[in-house]
Structure formats: C-alpha cells, structure tokens
C-alpha cells in the first residue's frame, strides 16, 4: 500500500487548539469494525459500551516538560531545545531551534537556572547529543522545563496545559507527547468502570516526537518506524489472559496501547511480559490479534497512526468515518474528540 492512500482533507479550523472545558464533555465517533456504520455519542457514555468481562488498557506513561529555552554563550542567541531520548545520566538526544547556528561545543545556558548544555553529537536524523552541567535532569525540567505540546496546537503552553495535556491516572515520566486517547477519562469515570468489574490494567509506552514525523517514502514497506521505550508488568498480561480466555474483551485506550500488546502478543495468541524498545509498524493488512476494541483520536493525514487504526477496519471505512466527523464538525487531533471503533 501507499502513503498517499491514507490522505485526506482537514479544515484548519477543526484542529483542537484547546481541551474541552471538562475531560468527559468531547464527543465521541462511534464505528462498527464490521460494516462501518458509524454514530455520534458523547464521551460520556463510553462505559455503556463496556462488559463487565472486559479488559480495559491504559497507557500511564508521564509527559515530561521536555521543551527549554536558553542563550547562547557568550553571544546571547535565543537557542530552544525539545529533549527526545536519554542516553545516559545527563545526556539526551535534543532538536534544536536554530540547529544549523549551534556547531559541535556550543554552550547554552538554560533559562530559568544557573545550568548549562553543551552540544556534544550531531545525529545523521538531524537531532543533537546534549551534555548537561548536572546529571538531575528531570528534576531542572520540573523547574524550568516547558510542556512539549504538538506543533499543530499554534500556541505556547499555558498553566492549564500542565494538567490537561496529562492523563489523570500518569504514573511513569519519559513521554514528549501525550497518549491523547486518555485525557478524555476522569477519575469519576474510571471509578465507574472498574465498579462495572471491567479490570483496568495499565501498561507503559514512552510517547516519542516520531508520533508527530511525516512518512518520507511513498510505499509502506518501506518506511522505518520509530522506536518507543515500554513495559508490560507480569500482573498486566495474566490479567489480560485470564479476561480473554474466559471470553472478555481488551479495549486498547490509544494506539500506544495497541503498539505494546501487539509487541507482546506470542505466536498462540497469549501475551507475555515483557520490557525494551518497539519499533512495531502496523498497517494493512495486518490484523491486530491482541485487541478487540480500540478508542482513539483522530489522527494526521498519511500518519503511521492512522495506518495502525486502519489495521482495525478497511481503510475505505476509517476514512468515510472521517469525513464523517469532519462533517459533523468535531474536533481533531490531541485535544479533539475521539473514536471508538468496536
């Protein structure tokens, strides 16, 4: 298949700039895997699609405040870096805002501390090797880091971005994005759930900049995804077995979810503990084997994200169901509303 059959048109304007004004109130497309058929219901009735055998798995990795700004020394030039990967105490892979102007040993200091970075590497993908002046680097973000929000959301962060552009149940910090399925849940709602007996299992995928990166090759087969750091707990995949085998449903919250389960899923269909990097690419005609239901956002255009979403429905049916929403006018994106195909 090609890129350029998962493209489609977007209204600028429907593009979430903001969250909903209460996690619950976005709106929520509801698709039949089977015949396409699709509805519009609130999000807040998303638990009337749940059975109390079911599997409910969520993604509960953090959002660091992986974005800072500085000057450069001794000229005093804006420098902005967005942190990517870590690779050792006090060293990360970073892109830099005006990368071409920041040569091998250009020193930056950070603004809001007395700390500085160093540019040590060049990476052939065009990020940088950064080395701090102190090894606590999460604990410098906390203090004057800034949330990394996506380049489509065409404003700085605000103090409401540092609630909202999390889920309430984060509990592991390494993301630079959000796994967006999650912020329409709150904690009232998750409460409900598990009261149902849905069992919620929670797993951990390290949300990277790749998720925002176009796909530079027109044939699928060709394109070579971006690796994510993850971890399946030994409880988290008995419970997922035990739902299944005594007929339960898993309903994947995100595409990061669908990423780690399909990563762990073994040649029997069962799915196995596991922790390392994923470099899984999904797309048709594949067919997920771990996950029954999937709720999602709505994805870019020719994204890998909306390749793995159309791995759950023909693609021509994932598509209408977009026009469906874009007619409807519901909102894309991080922020927007979602889907739930089932």
């Given at each position: 298949?090609?890129v ?9 304007e429907?593009i ?8 619950r ?34 993604n ?23 942190l ?20 091998l ?21 065009g ?25 489509y ?5 605000d103090?409401?971005d540092?609630t ?7 509990a592991?910090p390494?993301a ?37 990166q ?5 044939r ?9 750091q ?27 979810s ?8 073994t040649?029997d269909g069962g799915t ?7 470099g899984?690419?999904?797309?048709p005609?594949?067919?997920?084997r ?6 999602t ?8 994200l909306?390749?793995?979403?159309s791995?759950f ?15 409807e006018?519901m909102?894309f ?10």
């Amino acid at each position: 298949m090609n890129v350029s059959d998962f493209d489609y048109d977007l209204p600028e304007e429907l593009i979430a700039q903001v969250p909903a004004p209460e996690r619950r109130a976005s709106r929520m497309l509801v698709m039949s895997r089977t015949t396409g058929d699709c509805e519009v219901r609130k999000f807040a009735e998303f638990a009337e699609y749940l059975h109390p055998t079911d599997c409910l798995v969520l993604n509960d990795t953090r959002v660091i405040l992986a974005r800072i700004f500085g000057t450069k020394v001794p000229t005093g030039g804006a420098v902005e870096a967005l942190l990517t990967t870590p690779v050792r105490d006090g060293v990360w892979q970073a892109m830099l805002k005006p990368g071409r102007r920041l040569p091998l040993g250009s020193r930056v200091a950070i603004t809001g501390s007395d700390a500085e970075f160093e540019v040590t590497g060049r990476n052939p993908a065009g990020t940088f090797e950064i080395t701090f002046s102190t090894t606590a680097v999460f604990e410098l973000l906390q203090r004057c880091g800034h949330m990394p929000l996506p380049p489509y959301i065409r404003r700085s962060d605000d103090a409401a971005d540092a609630t909202r552009y999390q889920t309430v149940y984060n509990a592991a910090p390494g993301a630079v994005a959000a796994p967006t399925a999650g912020l329409h849940f709150d904690e009232e709602m998750l409460k409900q759930i598990e009261a149902m007996g849905v069992a919620i299992i929670r797993l951990t995928l390290h949300v990277g900049v790749g998720t925002f990166q176009p796909v530079a090759v027109e044939r699928l087969e060709d394109h070579v995804m971006h690796t994510e750091q993850y971890r399946l707990g030994t409880e988290a995949a008995a419970c997922i077995n035990q739902r299944r085998t005594a007929g339960g449903r898993v309903i994947a919250v995100g595409t990061t979810s669908v990423r780690v389960l399909e990563t762990c899923t073994t040649d029997d269909g069962g799915t196995q503990p596991a922790t390392g990097t994923t470099g899984i690419f999904l797309y048709p005609p594949y067919k997920p084997r771990s996950v029954d239901v999937l709720l999602t956002n709505f994805h870019l255009p020719r994204s890998t994200l909306l390749m793995l979403v159309s791995t759950f429905a023909r693609r021509e049916h994932v598509l209408a169901a977009y026009q469906r929403a874009i007619a409807e006018r519901m909102k894309f994106y991080s922020y927007g509303d979602c889907m739930l195909l089932v």
